[in-house]
């Protein structure tokens, strides 16, 4: 692996830890315990992300991502501002846009490498961050509206 790819992989590293930082932070200020569990859950999920990430530096190589899908509901929501009243459903619109981010983020730098590693690795994180997103909109729907379930 060479150092260009090595240093791209560490920077996911890095982004991964300032998701779990920021998910922590807004855990702290928030009032209601449901919310804070919620952004604790999601701040966890974060280092989760880290340790996969780092597996990649390893000779084990990057482990297979699973298939994700985006169904759409981030680009739809409305980011709601961050305050200690925050609702756990609030929380994760937050949440499931800063994953819509990470997402576009990987697919349109991958949009702009010339074939090869860092390319294939960047079209990867792209799906990663897919599935994180899949899963944030999964909980929100959950949390927004429990009668569907």
Not at 103 to 130: C, R, T, W
């Amino acid at each position: 692996m060479d150092e260009k790819f090595r240093a791209l992989i560490q920077q996911a590293i890095n982004q991964e830890e300032l998701s779990h930082e920021f998910y922590g932070r807004l855990a702290k200020i928030a009032a209601h315990g449901d919310t804070r569990e919620t952004l604790e859950y999601l701040a966890k999920e974060e280092m989760e992300h880290k340790h996969f990430l780092e597996k990649c530096l390893t000779q084990e190589g990057c482990p297979l991502a699973g298939e994700a899908h985006d169904v759409g509901l981030a680009q739809i929501l409305e980011t709601p501002a961050i305050t200690a009243e925050m609702t756990p459903q609030e929380a994760l619109a937050i949440a499931a846009k800063r994953e819509e981010g990470s997402y576009h983020f990987y697919k349109n730098l991958a949009g702009l490498q010339p074939p090869g590693e860092i390319k294939d690795f960047l079209a990867y994180m792209s799906k990663v961050e897919l599935g994180h997103k899949e899963k944030v909109e999964y909980l929100y729907d959950n949390a927004a509206f429990p009668e569907v379930w």
